[in-house]
Nanobody
Framework: VQLQASGGGMVQAGGSLRLSCKAS????????FGWYRQAPGKERERVAV???????NYAEAVKGRFTISRDNIKHTLYLEMNALKPEDTAVYYC??????????????WGQGTLVTVSS
């Protein structure tokens, strides 16, 4: 299973971006599908996760501004980011844990997409 993230770019503070993460391969289920980010000089942190039971979890820093969603048919995860702040600048990674047909469990990362928010 592979993940391809896209949608990053440069935006001014207060602007919006939508990230996408497409999963491909032999996928039976994606139990946990999430976004993480890593800012320069900082450790990678969880931003938002969408679970197969319908629950979602958000980091406190993004609550009320970011919305995670997924299309199960397309195996695609989205992150709608509004009211962006300079501190949201980071490389955003998607991560998926699930099960594939004939391949057992998978736990994979996408390649990352850069989001830059200017003040």
């Amino acid at each position: 299973v592979q993940l391809q993230a896209s949608g990053g770019g440069m935006v001014q503070a207060g602007g919006s971006l939508r990230l996408s993460c497409k999963a491909s391969g032999s996928i039976y289920s994606i139990n946990s599908f999430g976004w993480y980010r890593q800012a320069p000089g900082k450790e990678r942190e969880r931003v938002a996760v969408d679970n197969i039971n319908g629950s979602t979890n958000y980091a406190e820093a993004v609550k009320g501004r970011f919305t995670i969603s997924r299309d199960n048919i397309k195996h695609t995860l989205y992150l709608e980011m509004n009211a962006l702040k300079p501190e949201d600048t980071a490389v955003y990674y998607c991560k998926a844990f699930g099960y594939g047909y004939g391949v057992g469990a998978f736990d994979v990362w996408g390649q990352g997409t850069l989001v830059t928010v200017s003040s």
